[in-house]
C-alpha cells in the first residue's frame, strides 16, 4: 500500500487518530499474547490443539538397482540394546505418511521402526515416473519392483545400531500386503506380518497363493466387517496350503475403512500381536 493510501481511504477520520494506530495494535496484541509468551507457552487455534502423530525422522536408503528412497525411522532409546524391528509398507498410491500413527505407536512397544516411500510414491519418486501418472498397466507391471524396496528397508534396519538384526516384523497396508507376504516368505529373520485389509488378488500378485509359502509365520490380519470375508478367504487358503496349521489370526476393528491406520483400537491390536512375536518376555508381564 503507498504512504498515505489509508488516510484517502478514510478522510473521515483525524490524523493523530491514524498515527496512533500501530500502537493500539500492538497494545491488544500484547494484551491477548503477551501471558502466554511470557510464560513461554504458544497460542494455538482450536484446529492445532489436537497433536498430531509423531514422523519420525527422514532418512535415505539405496536399494540394490540404485534407487533411491526416503523413509522415517523411530529408531530405539537405547542404542546399546537390542531393539526388534519393524518395516512398515503403505499401499498402491499413498505414502510413508500414512503409516504414523502405527510407527509411532511400536516405537512406545519398544520397537526400532522403518517406513519407506515405495519407489515413485512420495519421497521415492527420483528417476522413476511418478505412480499417478502410470496407466493401470504399468503400475502392474511395475508394483513387483518393490519388493526391492521392502529388501532395501529390511538391510537398512538390520544394520541400524541397537537394533537386533534377526527380529523383524513386518506390516504392510492393503496393496502393500502383497510385499510384505512375497518378502517374508523369503527372509527367515521375519518373526511376523500384520496385513491391513488385504485383497485376495491385487496388482498381479495372488495373496491367497502367496500367504501358503509363508511355512506357519505367525500372521494378523485386520479387516472390517465389510471385507472380513476377503480375509476369512485369505487365511483358510494359507491353512489350508500349511496342513491345516491354524497361524493366520483374523481381528474385525470397527473404525473407518477409509483410513485403517489411523484406527485406535486395530493399532493398539497390531503393537499387541506384534510385541508377543517379537518380544515375548515382555508381552506377558
Known amino acids: 500500500m503507498a504512504r498515505g493510501a489509508s488516510r484517502r481511504a478514510f478522510p473521515f477520520l483525524p490524523r493523530d487518530f491514524m498515527a496512533s494506530i500501530p500502537a493500539l495494535v500492538a497494545a491488544v496484541w500484547m494484551t491477548c499474547a503477551g501471558p502466554a509468551l511470557a510464560q513461554g507457552v504458544a497460542t494455538t487455534t482450536a484446529s492445532s490443539a489436537k497433536p498430531s502423530a509423531s514422523s519420525g525422522d527422514r532418512v535415505e536408503l539405496k536399494t540394490e538397482d540404485k534407487q533411491v528412497l526416503v523413509g522415517s525411522y523411530w529408531g530405539p532409546k537405547d542404542q546399546k540394546g537390542s531393539a526388534p524391528a519393524a518395516l512398515l509398507v503403505h499401499d498402491a498410491g499413498a505414502t510413508r505418511a500414512d503409516m504414523n500413527e502405527v510407527g509411532e505407536r511400536l516405537a512406545k512397544q519398544g520397537f526400532a521402526v522403518l517406513a519407506i516411500d515405495l519407489r515413485g510414491h512420495g519421497e521415492s ?37 541397537g537394533v537386533h538384526s534377526s527380529n523383524l516384523s513386518l506390516v504392510g497396508d492393503r496393496a502393500g500386503c502383497t510385499l510384505v507376504t512375497r518378502y517374508a516368505s523369503r527372509d527367515e529373520n521375519v518373526r511376523s506380518i500384520v496385513l491391513l485389509d488385504p485383497q485376495v488378488e491385487q496388482l498381479g500378485f495372488n495373496l491367497a497363493k502367496d500367504i501358503g509359502e509363508l511355512a506357519g509365520l505367525p500372521t494378523y490380519i485386520a479387516v472390517t466387517k465389510e471385507t472380513q470375508p476377503k480375509a476369512q478367504t485369505i487365511a483358510e487358503s494359507g491353512e489350508k496350503a500349511n496342513d491345516g496349521n491354524k497361524f493366520i489370526e483374523i481381528a474385525v476393528f470397527k473404525g473407518a475403512a477409509v483410513m485403517p491406520t489411523t484406527d485406535k483400537s486395530m493399532i493398539t491390536g497390531i503393537a499387541k500381536f506384534m510385541s508377543s512375536k517379537a518380544m515375548p518376555k515382555k508381552a506377558d508381564k
Not at 493401470?136 to 528397508?153: C, E, I, N, S, Y
Open 125 to 161: 519418486v527420483g528417476g522413476d515416473k511418478a505412480w499417478s501418472t502410470l496407466s493401470d498397466a504399468d503400475k502392474t507391471k511395475q508394483w513387483p519392483f518393490a519388493l526391492r524396496d521392502v529388501k532395501a528397508g529390511a538391510n537398512w534396519l538390520h544394520d541400524q545400531p
